[in-house]
């Protein structure tokens, strides 16, 4: 009887020594490259400033709009001599770590308020880091404004943001006719496409009735929010889809990751659903709206996929689903590994 106490003894010992060893290393994680969409919004940021975020509203918010009147001399006959006007600066929240971004395109929904030719109009996109103007191109308006619609125009702004920096745009319109803008909406998705290592993963869990995903972000969003919209969901065989209601957004954990030229700090976010009763488990996560059911003949008819989804197996104990260590209720060894399949090009660490 000695023996087995003893026995059990160093097993319990070797856990925590393990356990304090694993504690002790860098995280394992995935830092994938992905295009994610900063959206100009009507709020403001954490320094008064209109905000540029890839945070959504929820799909059934209204857009903002904007009007902007076109200045021009106008005679008896003609208009002559159109000038600039400012429509607005959006800059980001400082970023939580280092990051090199690529700024790819602008997207910008607009309509003309006085004619369906407005289409000689002229964007002025200037890029800012810290404020200072780092690129500025002119961009035809691409339509003419007889409906809402929206104009695409390359962009290749590349820029490397330290802990602490921020990005932002500036723009200014030449027109001839007033101009309203919509923007900061699910459907009107005015922003800047972004291309960068967003966020650190650092894996996934299903644990009986229970699944988890930890992430970190270089900008923070809402992720109740999120969670509301049905901007990251749990699929399963058949159809399944969790109850969202039943899942909730906390704190992680504060990891130091190393990175080619320093270090970062970062505090983990992590989304757990409670109640999952579905088999053959994926993870969908994006920040607007995508197509949850790809790939399925009862699909929501929209195109996009999800950014990220990741493809759970099961945790097992020792002695099966309900089983821990040795027997133990509370000690229960996960075995299985969740494998992360981006959508976007993956790199590893």
């Known amino acids: ?102 700024i790819t395109s602008l997207d910008i929904w607009w309509e003309s308020m006085e004619s369906d030719s407005n289409d000689d109009c002229v964007w002025t996109i200037e890029i800012q880091h810290n404020g200072e103007v780092v690129s500025e191109e002119d961009s035809d308006c691409t339509h003419g404004g007889g409906d809402i619609a929206k104009g695409t125009h390359a962009l290749t702004t590349n820029i490397d943001l330290l802990s602490g920096d921020t990005f932002g745009i500036d723009l200014t319109l030449t027109s001839w006719d007033d ?35 930890e992430f970190a972000e270089a900008w ?48 983990s976010t992590i989304i757990t659903w409670t109640e999952v009763t579905g088999v053959g488990i994926q993870l969908m996560m994006d920040y607007t709206t995508f197509d949850h059911m790809a790939g399925n003949s009862s699909a929501n008819g929209t195109a996009k996929p999800a950014l990220v989804s990741l493809s759970l197996e099961k945790a097992v104990g020792l002695l099966g689903d309900d089983g821990g260590l040795l027997g133990l209720p509370g000690f229960e060894i996960a075995i299985a590994i969740p494998v992360i399949v981006f959508v976007a090009k993956r790199f590893r660490n």
Do not use: C
């Open 1 to 102: 009887m000695r023996h087995v106490s003893a026995f059990i003894a160093i097993a319990f010992a070797a856990i925590v020594l393990l356990s304090f060893s694993v504690a002790a290393e860098e995280p394992e994680y995935e830092n994938p490259d992905l295009q994610l969409k900063f959206n100009l919004k009507e709020t403001q940021n954490s320094e008064g400033s209109d905000d540029l975020s890839p945070q959504n509203k929820l799909p059934a918010d209204p857009q903002a709009t904007k009007t902007v009147i076109g200045q021009s001399d106008n005679y008896i006959f003609f208009e002559a001599g159109r000038e600039p006007v400012d429509v607005g600066t959006w800059t980001s929240e400082p970023v939580e770590f280092d990051i090199s971004i690529s």
């Open 179 to 213: 101009v309203k803008i919509h923007y900061d909406n699910v459907t009107y998705d005015s922003g800047l496409s972004v291309q960068g290592n967003h966020i650190f993963f650092f894996g996934g869990m299903w644990k009986g009735t229970e699944v988890n995903i």
């Open 220 to 267: 923070p969003t809402n992720w109740e929010t999120n969670l509301e919209a049905e901007f990251v969901m749990i699929m399963g065989a058949d159809g399944y889809m969790a109850d969202n209601s039943k899942a909730e957004a906390t704190v992680g954990s504060e990891y130091s990751i190393t990175l080619s030229n320093g270090s970062a700090d970062v505090t």
